[in-house]
């Protein structure tokens, strides 16, 4: 019975006498991972070994043991045996470092060899990477990167024996600009009487790797605008959310399509719109005072960069003094010639006098401004008609002083305009200054006037 008790009291601590002490061995009956720990006092049995209880032999699978008997080496299973237990690379050992044989013929402990591991790596963005041995001890992780982006940072990563990556997270960073590709150039012909055009293109193609929205900048006019003549450069600029950047441009070249320049008729002048000679523009032929226009009044510019019609020239204006009536008279100034018209009684007349010696002065003032001098001279039976030396039949005289009611009793002028239609009567001699005021008010056009301005000092 003391025996039993012996036994039992061993199997929970076994108490071995130590230089006169009492050492006292806690048995472990768990797998807890056991990395390091404080080494356990050595003690030699004061048991009777001719009669030895051994322990079975101890195995570690990917590890090795390691035994020190109180005996001798070859009795390693022996009572107090001591082993120590340690695991190959890429292994960890899980359990007691260092066991003892125990009396009950049990080791103090267990421990085994479990493969190390690395934790798992994240995923990096825009990038990933592929591992030799997925997260094993000495696993080799390298990372790539998506098309357009490029890795900043380790490359390879690789699992150590103590479960940690060597290196750092990688990073993939956006260092690829965008694509951008612009329109062809463009070449637009001006619109007709015009020196610009209204040009028009599609947006620029843009693209890039990373899928998200680009910024796009346009430097010079949008599209739709209108351009003058020349060459004009078109650029665009595209950035990324990383804010690399990409270039394009094109040209806008606008043609103004021009005809030959046209030269002045011979005694006389044009007026053009546009430009004078650009496609579209239309020219017209005037004729100096005391010459009419022969042929078409106007020419084109065309497509072609050639003239419509044949070019007019400039004849010195006949007055057909043999005809019967006023009105065939007067149809030949319609819309030509402005007339003065001078009654009077006899050329003895003061007024006459005076006025007449104004008129030579004038002469060549009234020309430029369009205006033909008719003089009916007398009266019945010895009247006179006549336009610069050449006479009129004594119906046309006739006929005159009925339609723009002139009196043969006393002196007068009649101004008529282009229409026939009666602007003003003078009663009194009239000054060439005068004369001309009231022309160039009621009378001129804009395009007379700029004409007048030109040639206003050749009568000087």
């Not at 030699?44 to 043991?65: A, E, F, M």
């Not at 109180?70 to 190959?88: A, F, I, K, Q, V």
């Not at 270039?247 to 002045?264: I, Q, T």
Request: glycine share 6%; proline share 5%.
């Amino acid at each position: 019975m003391a025996k039993l008790c012996i036994v039992l009291l061993l199997e929970a601590h076994f108490v071995s006498w130590i230089h006169g002490h009492y050492t006292e061995v806690t048995t472990y009956d768990t797998y807890n991972e056991v990395l390091h720990e404080e080494e356990e006092p050595y003690y030699t049995p004061q048991l009777d070994y001719s009669n030895p209880r051994w322990c079975h032999t101890l195995k570690l699978p990917n590890g090795d043991v390691s035994c020190s008997s109180p005996r001798s080496r070859n009795h390693y299973g022996s009572l107090g045996t001591r082993c120590e237990l340690s695991c190959d690379r890429g292994y960890k050992l899980v359990g007691r470092p260092s066991v003892q044989c125990m009396s009950n013929r049990r080791w103090s402990g267990t421990g085994h060899c479990r493969r190390a591991r690395c934790h798992v790596l994240p995923v990096i963005q825009h990038g990933t990477f592929h591992c030799s041995e997925n997260v094993m001890v000495d696993s080799r992780c390298e990372y790539l990167c998506h098309p357009g982006y490029q890795l900043e940072g380790d490359h390879v990563r690789i699992c150590q024996d103590g479960g940690s990556w060597t290196g750092s997270e990688p990073l993939c960073a956006d260092n690829e600009p965008p694509k951008i590709k612009c329109p062809e150039s463009k070449v637009k012909v001006a619109e007709p009487g015009k020196l610009t055009a209204r040009v028009s293109w599609n947006r620029p193609h843009t693209s890039d790797t990373s899928g998200k929205t680009l910024d796009l900048m346009r430097v010079g006019p949008e599209s739709g605008s209108m351009f003058a003549e020349g060459i004009h450069i078109i650029r665009y600029r595209v950035y990324d959310q990383a804010r690399n950047r990409a270039a394009c441009k094109f040209n806008v070249r606008v043609e103004v399509r021009k005809c030959p320049a046209l030269k002045p008729p011979l005694h006389g002048y044009l007026t053009c719109s546009s430009d004078l000679n650009n496609y579209g523009a239309t020219c017209e032929y005037h004729c100096d005072s005391g010459y009419e226009r022969s042929g078409a009044a106007t020419r084109v510019c065309r497509f072609d960069r050639s003239w419509s019609d044949e070019p007019p020239y400039c004849v010195l204006m006949h007055i057909n003094t043999d005809v019967k009536t006023a009105a065939a008279l007067l149809d030949q100034f319609y819309e030509k010639r402005r007339l003065l018209v001078v009654s009077t009684p006899n050329v003895a007349n003061p007024y006459y006098k005076i006025q007449n010696v104004m008129l030579q002065k004038a002469d060549c003032g009234l020309d430029l401004r369009r205006v033909t001098v008719i003089e009916l001279l007398g009266v019945e039976p010895r009247q006179v008609g006549r336009i610069k030396g050449r006479y009129l039949d004594s119906q046309v005289i006739e006929g005159l002083r009925q339609a723009l009611h002139i009196s043969t009793s006393y002196f007068i002028m009649v101004l008529v305009d282009e229409d026939g239609i009666d602007r003003e009567r003078f009663m009194n001699p009239t000054g060439s200054t005068e004369l001309y005021a009231y022309i160039e008010d009621y009378l001129l056009e804009e395009e007379e006037r700029e004409r007048l301005e030109i040639n206003r000092d050749m009568c000087e």
